[in-house]
């Protein structure tokens, strides 16, 4: 999908019946498409697999969604049912939104900088989300890698590169690596620089009270409240 004028959509789907609806195999032209490239409005279940290139994918049906294995700048998912095994989103600012709906993802990778104030994956609206292993390559740290807000999020074995590039305060402690906020109360979990040069922590339970974020060290565990 490559030399088309540069257009808002390249696929958009509305489906109501007869599906699932597949996406397979192709790779798009991350220079000329524009965003989102996929637009999903479907109420039938909808699958993208090993999809390249791709200039956004945004999701507001009500149908199951199922990623396999694609490489896209950034994902938004509004309500419905989300499930992704080998997310690769690679852009600055908010790589995966989850508005409202559930999300249940094995293995993220990101590539990007934070420049705002939402993070890698950020959860709102009474989100419910499950993430299991990630990888974040990362430069800059202007604001929380995963927010919270309103919502539930799990993580576990969330991994960091923090390039050379990075900003000195990456290993001070300055930086917010889990901003929560419930009942209207907000946590910010920071970076003790345990996060330095691919490390990070094995769990966070941001669902209940209180959350919890067990970091991971060369000499074991601990609990970090």
Not at 63 to 76: H, L, P, S, Y
Not at 82 to 109: I, M, P
Not at 120 to 137: I, P, Q, R, T, Y
Not at 178 to 196: A, C, F, P
Request: glycine share 16%.
């Amino acid at each position: 999908m490559s030399g088309l004028p540069h257009i808002a959509t390249v696929f958009s789907c509305d489906a109501t019946s007869g599906g699932p609806i597949i996406l397979r195999d192709f790779n798009f032209d991350i220079e000329t498409n524009g965003a989102p490239a996929i637009r999903n409005a479907c109420s039938v279940p909808f699958a993208m697999v090993d999809l390249f290139n791709v200039n956004h994918y945004e999701g507001e049906g009500g149908g199951d969604v199922f990623w396999e294995n694609c490489a896209i700048t950034g994902v938004r998912q509004r309500g419905g049912r989300f499930w992704g095994r080998q997310v690769d989103l690679e852009l600055d600012g908010t790589h995966f939104e989850v508005d409202g709906g559930t999300a249940w993802v094995f293995g993220l990778k990101t590539e990007g900088d934070i420049n705002g104030e939402n993070g890698f994956l950020w959860a709102h609206g009474g989100a419910k989300v499950e993430l299991l292993v990630a990888f974040n390559s990362v430069g800059g740290l202007k604001g929380p890698a995963y927010t919270i807000d309103e919502s539930d999020m799990t993580l576990i074995d969330i991994a960091f590169n923090i390039r050379k590039t990075a900003e000195p305060a990456l290993a001070t402690g300055d930086n917010v690596i889990v901003k929560e906020t419930g009942g209207g109360v907000t946590r910010l979990y920071r970076n003790d620089g345990s996060w330095v040069k691919g490390t990070g922590f094995g769990l966070f339970s941001g669902v209940g009270e209180p959350p919890h974020c067990f970091v991971r060290q060369s000499k074991g565990w601990r609990a970090n409240k």
